[in-house]
């Protein structure tokens, strides 16, 4: 079966750092989209970030740019989403995702298996 196992989730101060992980199992690693999203409450769930697994190309939200990196250890099937200078615009609940044809890397819609989701809280 597929699944998605994200963490790495935490309370941080604002400025700081968080390094979230998701590892995949259950289907082909290889040439699929990655990304990750994140849902606050009573807010709609938006994407933050993707990549390619095949060539390793990246996608991000502009409120996310400079500031968040995503990147991926194939030998394991993971993906990690590096999280710096973090704002407390940034709480939310952020889940990893996976679609075999994504066209649209941060549209939900597109991504078929999700994670479980890990809290991310940022205090100013």
């Known amino acids: 079966q597929v699944q998605l196992v994200d963490s790495g989730g935490g309370s941080v101060q604002a400025g700081g750092s968080l390094r979230l992980s998701c590892t995949a199992s259950g289907f082909t690693y290889s040439n699929n989209g990655m990304g990750w999203f994140r849902q606050a409450p009573g807010k709609e769930r938006e994407g933050v970030t993707a990549i390619w697994t095949g060539g390793g190309s990246t996608h991000y939200a502009d409120s996310v740019k400079g500031r968040f990196t995503i990147s991926q250890d194939k030998a394991e099937n993971t993906v990690y989403l590096q999280m710096n200078s973090l704002k407390p615009e940034d709480t939310a609940m952020y889940y990893c995702?996976?679609?075999?044809?994504?066209?649209?890397?941060?549209?939900?819609?597109?991504?078929?298996?999700w994670g479980q989701g890990t809290q991310v809280t940022v205090s100013s």
């Open positions: 995702a996976a679609g075999r044809w994504v066209n649209r890397p941060l549209n939900r819609a597109d991504y078929r298996y």
